[in-house]
Each structure stands twice: as C-alpha cells, then as structure tokens.
C-alpha cells in the first residue's frame, strides 16, 4: 500500500506548479501517516493472536479466521480501529479525505481515473480483510457499526462540499468521497447490502473512470477547470458533452445505469432490516449529491459557448473518445445484466467476508 503511494505520487506532481506540489505533499503525507497506523494495527493483530492460546499463530489472513474467538477481543478491536483509520485514509474516507480533492483536483485526469477508480478500491480492500477476521472472531457487530458511522459520515461530507464547487475535477472528486461511503455503508449493513457493496466497486470504478477521461478531454478543449468558464459543451465537443450529461447522469445513481442498482441493493437491503432511519438518511444524502451535481451540469453543457473557444473540428478525436464510450458502454451494459463471471466473484467475496458456509 505504501508502494502505491510513493509510485502515485510524482504522476500528481506532474504539471509542477504550485498547487500540485501541495497536493502532492498531502497526498504523500497524510496517506503515509494512515499506512503507518494500519502497520500497526498489524503489530495489535499480531499480539491478539498471541494471546489466543493456539501457539504459533502468522498474521496470513486463512490462520486468522481459524484463530476465531480465542483471539484476544479488546486487541482485536483496536487492531481494527488502527487499521480502519489507516486504510480509511488512503481510501478517502471522511473526516480522513482531506488529501483526495486536491490530489485528484490537480493530477492528469488519467492519473484521477487511477487514483478514483483503482487506488482507493485498494485501501478498501485492507480494511474488508480486517472485518473478515472481525466477522470470524465473533464481534461483526462492532466493525460494521464502525462502517455504518463512517459510511454515513462521508456521505454527508461529500453532500456539503458538493455545493458551491467552482472546479469539475474537485466535484468529481468529492463524488468519490461520497461513494467510498456508499461502500462502507453496505459492509456495515451486511447481508445482502455487502454484495450491493462489493457490485458497487466494479460500477464505480468504471463510471469514474469515464468520467475523469471526459473531464480530459474538455479541459483539452477550454483549457480551464472552473465550472463557470464551461459552457455549450454540446456545442464545441458534442461527444464529450453527451458523455458528460450521461456520467453524471450515473454516478448520481440514475437508471438504468449499474451504479442505481447496488445502490438500490443496498438501500433495500436498509428496509428488509428495518433500518428505517438509515434508509432515509442514505436517500437524503444521495438526493442532496444529485441536486447538487446537477446545478453545475446544464450550463456547462447546453449554456452559450464563449466566443474565445472555437470548435475543434467536425470530429473529435477518436482515440480520446474511444476509452470512454467503452466504459461508458460497460456502465450502461451492468445495469441491465450482470454477467456470470462477475456474479460468482462477487458470492465468492461475499461468502469469505460474511464467513458464510
């Protein structure tokens, strides 16, 4: 996890100004002081272990299941805590985001689409094996009230900043706070909600990752990333538009896009529970980020194009589109069928983390 940090970091820094110099050190120092809290809430897993009784017990994820409730408890709960505020740093989870809408703010979209799409599904996947060893010592109750709180938490972050952002970049990246709270909400709620969760990695990822591309493109094109000097996208970049429209249309959880439903997964998963009260809240905050986004959207794509910007031609480029209407297409395509593959992976995952026989 470190070794993604330090081979990320220098891609941030990559237009060598100012501003991705300081987020480049954010990046590189607040996520280095998460690893170091999740290393040790490695060294408590080691002492639980040790005080299981069962011997000579290594940190490999198969011997900590079979440990099981003989594991020390108190222990066992604060290696989780460490490693829930380590890894939940690098994953972006709030109140430990405050790295992320700089880094993905100032970073080639390329890199952003790595960062949103891939680095952070990273982090998340430490702290699910730590719940796993939760789950199979007999105390899931206490780690996924943690994810409840937290999952909560970002979403409501993410829903406060979303208003009154004057940079795309830095409103896609809030929605990538929000959407690590949508995870961690599903783990917490468990069950069904959990494979809501782990669907909602794979549509995430992909719609993120079209939509950092496209917000290349445009800024390839008006050379600015402030909201209110976009306008007429349709206009200049009709392509680029459309796929913008349809992004935002997705990652806001719209059908039939895939993101809508393992977001419904989970918010029925909330009901079938009796969580009334988290349901509303999930579904307060989703439609905050929804009106939120879509304040900004019109303008920049059907306003009045400024007269300093000319069309880039009859045509866009084909090399940039291209990546996007893929994704875009795997987005779309996720909403109206799950394939097989991706189904049994996604049991197989909620089998081991559930501990389910």
């Known amino acids: 996890m470190e070794a993604t940090t330090l081979a990320s970091a220098p891609l941030i820094y990559f237009h060598r100004n100012k501003r991705s110099l300081e987020a480049t050190w954010k990046y590189l120092l607040i996520c280095s002081v998460g690893i170091a809290l999740a290393l040790l809430g490695n060294l408590f897993f080691g002492v639980a272990v040790s005080l299981s009784g069962k011997g000579n017990i290594g940190l490999i994820i198969s011997q900590l299941d079979l440990s099981g409730s003989e594991t020390s408890i108190p222990w066992l709960k604060a290696a989780f805590l460490f490693i829930f505020v380590g890894y939940g740093t690098k994953m972006g989870l709030a109140p430990f985001h405050t790295w992320l809408p700089d ?79 949508i995870m961690a909400l599903g783990i917490g709620l468990g069950q069904t909600a959990a494979f809501g969760a782990l669907f909602h990695v794979f549509n995430h990822s992909m719609v993120k990752g079209f939509l950092f591309f496209t917000a290349g493109n445009i800024l390839s094109v008006y050379h600015t990333k402030e909201i209110k000097n976009v306008k007429g996208l349709i206009h200049i970049a009709p392509v680029s538009g459309i796929l913008w429209m349809l992004g935002i249309l997705a990652i806001t959880g719209t059908p039939p896009f895939g993101v809508f439903f393992s977001e419904f997964i989970i918010f029925r998963s909330a009901v079938e529970q009796g969580r009334n009260i988290t349901a509303v809240i999930y579904l307060i905050l989703l439609a905050a980020v929804f009106i939120g986004m879509f304040l900004v959207i019109p303008e920049m794509v059907q306003g009045k194009h400024p007269e300093n910007i000319k069309r880039p031609g009859k045509k866009e480029n084909m090399f940039r589109i291209l990546p996007c209407l893929v994704l875009c297409g795997f987005a779309l395509w996720l909403g109206f069928c799950v394939p097989d593959w991706l189904q049994n992976i996604l049991q197989r995952a909620l089998i081991i983390l559930e501990n389910l026989k």
């Not at 409840?148 to 990538?176: E, P």
């Open 103 to 181: 880094a993905h703010s100032e970073a080639p979209s390329l890199v952003s689409a790595l960062l949103s799409g891939a680095l952070l599904n990273c982090a998340f996947l430490g702290i699910l094996r730590a719940h796993q060893v939760c789950v199979a010592s007999g105390i899931a109750s206490f780690s996924r009230d943690i994810f409840l709180l937290f999952g909560l938490l970002s979403m409501a972050a993410a829903a406060i900043f979303i208003f009154g952002q004057h940079d795309y970049k830095r409103l896609l990246a809030y929605s990538s706070i929000e959407h690590m709270g």
